[in-house]
Every structure is written in structure tokens, then in C-alpha cells.
Nanobody, 121 residues
């Protein structure tokens, strides 16, 4: 099994910052890419950004210049530094990882449970 656990969500005022973390654990052989999606009420889940195992990152247009994704040295952790937060960033943020499990030759996506980020004054 593979587990992803997020932390760092919460309530922040507009213009503030938050840092989300996600740790992947379990019977992992390799992680190709990790990233973050978000889903606001009554909206579809959307990509926030992702980073590969070569540290190549891409972002949604709505967060470029404000959010930064990075991976930890061990390769099983991903961070999302969110600056200049806006009310429209309010969502549940989900971590994902594209993982090869022990005993399998292919990769698949795994998801965390989500962490709430609320931007409000």
C-alpha cells in the first residue's frame, strides 16, 4: 500500500502565506512526479502544479508567480509554498504522487485525503 499524508492547511488572511507538505510512504519503488490539485465547492478538481523527479515544475496560470512547488531530498515529500493568497484560492488541496509500488512494473496515481485552505478576512 501507499499512503500520502498532507499537512499545513488552515485559515489565512488575503495576502498571507501558507506552506503545505505531503509525505508518501509505504511499499514504494519509485516516484516519478508529485504535485497538488485543488477542488472548491461545486467546482471540478484542478491542477495547481506538479514537479518531476528531475525537478521540472509546471503550474496553473492562476497561481504562477505566487505558488512554488518543491520536493524533499528523499524524493517522497512535496511542498507547496503559497504566497499572496487570494479568497479564490480557498479550496481543499490534494496531494498526489505517480508511484511504482513494490512488485509492480507500472506507475499509477495515489492521492492524499486533502487539506482545507481558507483565505478570508
Amino acid at each position: 500500500q501507499v499512503q500520502l499524508v498532507e499537512s499545513g492547511g488552515g485559515l489565512v488572511q488575503p495576502g498571507g502565506s501558507l506552506n503545505l507538505s505531503c509525505v508518501a510512504s509505504g511499499s514504494i519503488v519509485s516516484i516519478n512526479r508529485m504535485g497538488w490539485y485543488r477542488q472548491a465547492p461545486s467546482k471540478q478538481r484542478e491542477l495547481v502544479g506538479r514537479v518531476t523527479n528531475t525537478d521540472s515544475a509546471n503550474y496553473a496560470e492562476s497561481v504562477k508567480g505566487r505558488f512554488t512547488i518543491s520536493r524533499g531530498n528523499a524524493g517522497n515529500t512535496v511542498y507547496l509554498q503559497m504566497n499572496s493568497l487570494k479568497p479564490e484560492d480557498t479550496s481543499v488541496y490534494y496531494c498526489y504522487a505517480f508511484v511504482q509500488r513494490a512488485g509492480y512494473s507500472w506507475f499509477r496515481d495515489y492521492w492524499g485525503q486533502g487539506t482545507q485552505v481558507t483565505v478570508s478576512s
